[in-house]
């Protein structure tokens, strides 16, 4: 288990792996940051930051928040003295009955002499050709309390890649914060996919590589046990440039029916002229993780896709027939 401590972390230093949004930094690397914005009485994360750390959010999943107005990130008024800070944020958990679920946080602290020290340093300022990573750290929502009650936003100082200094993320890392408030915002994972060992979501590639290109014919790839997991395509999603499917069920294919499915997706059939999305699709993936990745429409023009980690996508024309094979465990 994991101590709250450890949690912080990776909710301040995270990085994200998908989408670009997430909260500003602040004004530009050349520009003097202005003032923050004063508010004049706290309310909660759920109310001033609905949105805090929805980069985690995976599309489909969850109630989206709503808009809501932020104050003007900036530098600290001399006229306002900071006694507390608070982080919003967003945080994976194990479920209750199983799975994965996305919780938003509120976390307080009054201990914030080292994170005001931080905050009050410069801007690292380019000094000639600087080595990059191409990560994008997103930054944490952070607002700073004074003995009224009202908040502000305070401009974080960047490095010389404009991401939070290094002093900014080790002060927000080893405060000692309590958390006050946590709230379920959507489920990441369930209790059924987890049990069948599969994703959630899973895009539909099929469709990604046929509308991007023509992949070559199949080959004969051998295979050693696989696991299915099916996915069902809202209508929202279908003929969009990456379909998203949300789980409908899966586990490990029997032998008996891997051998049926082999067979189908070795045929030399013409791959027909077709256009229509899939609604349902299989993706068949090694228990070993060694090997390709297989994809079959199970209605629209119920092509299949073998995927190999090496690249070389390969295109066939699937049937009825093996899409009864791949229907429920």
């Given at each position: ?42 309310t909660s994360?759920?109310?001033?930051a ?7 959010t995976v ?25 507390a ?7 994976i ?7 994965q679920?996305q919780v ?32 994008m750290?997103?930054?944490p929502?952070l607002?700073?309390l ?12 960047t490095d ?15 405060l ?6 946590t ?7 369930s ?6 060992g ?13 509308t ?6 199949p ?6 046990p ?8 809202p209508?929202s999603?279908?003929g ?5 499917g ?11 029916r ?6 189908g ?11 229509t ?20 429409e ?26 009864a094979?791949?229907?429920l465990?």
């Open positions: 288990m994991r101590s709250g401590r450890t949690v912080l972390a990776v909710v301040v230093l995270g990085v994200a792996l998908a989408g670009c949004g997430g909260a500003d930094i602040g004004p530009g690397a050349a520009d003097e940051p202005g003032p923050a914005q004063i508010v004049d009485a706290w994360c759920a109310k001033a609905p949105r805090a750390g929805e980069v985690l599309p489909g999943t969850g109630t989206p928040a709503p808009a809501v107005d932020e104050p003007e990130i900036g530098r600290i008024d001399p006229a306002f003295t900071p006694i800070a608070v982080l919003c944020g967003r945080e958990r194990p479920g209750a009955t199983g799975g679920e938003a946080t509120e976390r307080h602290t009054e201990e914030i002499a080292p994170l005001l020290t931080a905050l009050r340093l410069p801007h690292q300022q380019v000094d000639g050709d600087v080595a990059c990573t191409l990560d750290v997103i930054p929502w607002a700073l004074d003995e009224r009650g009202r908040w502000l936003r305070p401009y974080l100082p010389s890649c404009d991401k939070p200094r290094a002093e900014v993320n080790a002060a927000l890392a080893g000692p914060w309590t958390t006050v408030d709230r379920t915002v959507g489920q990441v994972e209790p059924a996919a987890e049990a069948a599969c994703a959630q979501q899973w895009a539909d590639m099929v469709w990604v590589e046929t991007n290109g023509r992949p070559g014919p080959t004969s790839l051998a295979a050693g696989l696991r299915l997991c099916v996915y069902q395509v209508a999603e279908r969009s440039a990456k379909p998203a949300d789980f409908v069920y899966g586990g490990p294919l029997p032998p008996e891997q051998a049926g499915v082999l067979r997706l070795a045929n030399r059939r013409a791959v027909a002229d077709c256009a999305p899939a609604s349902r699709f299989a993706v068949l993936r090694p228990l070993n993780d060694v090997g390709p990745d297989r994809y079959v199970l209605d629209g023009c119920q092509r299949f896709l073998v995927a190999p980690p090496t690249g070389g996508a390969q295109l066939g024309q699937g049937d009825d027939t093996l899409a094979l791949l229907g465990l």
